[in-house]
Nanobody
């Protein structure tokens, strides 16, 4: 069992930066891949980024490539999403999720555990 708690969301102007954190509990967290997803009202939850259990492999949605960076510190059981050059269209609730297969995926159904989400609002 893994429990996830996101933090770091907030209100920022376009062009600004935020760093989201996903803190996990559970002894086996270091073996899980972690993904970040986001959702706006009336839309499906969409993939943002993912990282493999060892941090070697990372994956990004085309819309965030070059602006967002995912990383993890297994000694702290935490995964980060550094978001730079934010745009109003990045406004959403951001969720982190854990995938027990450990490799990372863009597919929501592969993630067994989800956090409660953190709101990111980018003003123009």
């Amino acid at each position: 069992q893994v429990q996830l708690v996101e933090s770091g969301g907030g209100l920022v102007q376009a062009g600004g930066s935020l760093r989201l954190s996903c803190a996990a509990s559970g002894r086996t967290f270091s073996y899980y891949a972690v993904g970040w997803f986001r959702q706006t009202p009336g839309k499906e939850r969409e993939f943002v980024a993912a990282i493999s259990w060892h941090g070697i492999n990372t994956y990004y949605a085309d819309s965030v490539k070059g602006r967002f960076t995912i990383s993890r510190d297994n000694t702290k059981s935490t995964v980060y999403l550094q978001m730079n050059s934010l745009k109003p269209e990045d406004t959403a609730v951001y969720y982190c999720a854990a995938d027990p297969w450990g490799l990372g995926s863009e597919t929501l159904s592969k993630y067994d555990y989800w956090g409660q989400g953190t709101q990111v609002t980018v003003s123009s």
